[in-house]
């Protein structure tokens, strides 16, 4: 297989650079940590390490060095395709190497062969109540299907440490490969007639995830390659790509790591925010009829913030300019449906809203992120039950958070345990650095 290949051809360089960067800086300082940091959720503290995808300032998202417009140009393009094949961010992910086709095709060709999922999982999620959410549904589909862990039998058998990455690889892509299958089927047992459309060989992941959705056009799958693509890692310092690490440190399986993901992803300060955009972008068209003029959209923000109420998806503690995923989604919906009237709001929204929160002092940086658009994407398409979006999002992050996970196995990183202290001995150190 091309990534066991490849990986093991990378792994003794990279083994040993970490290791000399350990034992010849170990005690060089990255970062100090204050008192508002400790209680502040750890934002900013410089703790974590990932090689996989840094969120630039400026730039907005890069994985793997590159940014969103990279990626969409350099990515390769299935003949008669329009947005990069999934597999090929995947290789990129794991590998840091921009794929051939061939290669990208090689990685959906893999997931093809492993897309099968046990029918005990279908079993376990129609056992659950209709109101079940679907993302308790994700979850527990994941969790069902940790017994066919390779790593947990591998480890049980005995292997060295070394070997640890191989089978963590091996989940992975069997994981990855089930997951489209897996929301598709949450979705239908959820919203539809109960079935599950049976994948088509001849297709690829996306083309396979639209065609079990029910939604086979061609826009639909052009904007699942994207959507996948965009939302797929984050660094390794928010909520699901650290839940991720945190439980797999423990030498837990991927199963187990990801369900853990998908449970942090399902919060409403995570993976929320673009249903609460889009509800947002709602309740501004039913309130008028029709898409508000700029004069009315700007007086109806002025009211919004003088009520005490938020703009979703509007105002970022990292981003200098309006992320790159944002302007992915918005290019993307101009060229296919341009006037569709809440996807149009959504830009007008754009085109007004951060000026209104610079000159009411609301935001520093008031630029919008993703989550302002992608719900208004998907609401085009037919899918207006809110609760499902966040399961497309988390079919993406394990993308990610699997990269992630198979290099920090292959590295040997350790469980992480970091070091808490009291709130008296927090005042005894303030007080002892004024004395």
């Known amino acids: 297989m091309i990534l066991k290949e490849k990986l093991a051809s990378q792994l003794p360089e990279w083994r040993e650079r970490v290791k000399k960067l350990i034992k010849e800086s170990g005690e060089v300082k990255v970062g100090e940590v204050t008192v508002s940091q400790v209680y502040g959720g750890m934002r900013d503290v410089r703790g974590l390490v990932t090689d996989i995808s840094y969120v630039d300032p400026n730039e907005g998202i890069r994985l793997r060095g590159y940014t969103i417009p990279e990626l969409l140009e350099k990515l390769p393009v299935a003949p008669g395709a329009k947005i990069p094949l999934v597999g090929g961010l995947y290789y990129l992910l794991l590998i840091g ?44 589909g994941i969790l069902a299907m940790q017994r066919e862990s390779i790593f947990t039998r591998r480890y049980l058998q005995g292997m060295r440490k070394d070997d640890y990455w191989e089978p963590m690889l091996e989940d992975s892509l069997n994981l990855t490969a089930r ?17 599950l459309l049976s994948p088509d060989p001849k297709l690829e992941g996306a083309a396979n995830f639209a065609h079990m959705m029910g939604i086979p056009q061609d826009e639909f799958i ?4 994207l959507y996948l693509i965009i939302h797929s890692d984050h660094e390794s310092g928010n909520a699901s790509a650290h839940a991720t690490h945190l439980v797999a440190s423990t030498l837990s399986d991927i199963y187990y790591a990801t369900s853990a993901a998908i449970d942090a992803l399902a919060g409403p300060l995570h ?34 913030l003088n009520a005490g109420q938020v703009i979703p998806g509007y105002g970022h503690a990292v981003l200098r300019k309006t992320d790159p995923r944002f302007t992915a989604l918005m290019e993307f919906g101009k060229q296919w449906f341009p006037d569709d009237d809440i996807f149009g709001l959504a830009t007008r929204v754009y085109d007004v809203i951060p000026d209104v929160l610079r000159q009411q ?4 940086d008031p630029w919008p992120n993703v989550d302002a658009i992608s719900g208004s994407i998907l609401y085009h398409f037919g899918i207006k039950e809110f609760d499902f979006y966040t399961v497309m999002f988390g079919i993406s992050r394990a993308l990610g958070v699997s990269a992630n996970t198979v290099w920090a ?15 008296t001995m927090l005042e005894q150190i303030v007080e002892k650095q004024a004395a």
């Open 409 to 423: 196995r292959a590295l040997g990183q350790p469980i992480e345990r970091p070091k808490s202290l009291t709130t």
């Open 361 to 364: 002092g609301k935001a520093k």
């Open 222 to 225: 052009e904007l699942t390659r």
């Open 271 to 304: 993976g929320l925010a673009n249903q609460e955009s889009l509800a947002w972008l709602l309740k501004v068209y039913n309130k008028f009829g029709h898409v508000p003029t700029k004069e009315e959209l700007a007086q109806f923000a002025v009211d919004t």
């Open 97 to 140: 190497e921009i794929p051939s086709l061939e290669e990208a095709m090689e990685i959906e060709n893999e997931w093809k062969a492993r897309w099968g999922i046990p029918p005990y999982v279908f079993d376990v999620l129609k056992s659950m109540p209709p109101d079940t959410h679907p993302m308790t549904l994700l979850s527990m």
């Open 179 to 195: 997951l489209p299958a897996l929301a598709a089927f949450i979705y239908n047992l959820k919203y539809k007639a109960g079935s």
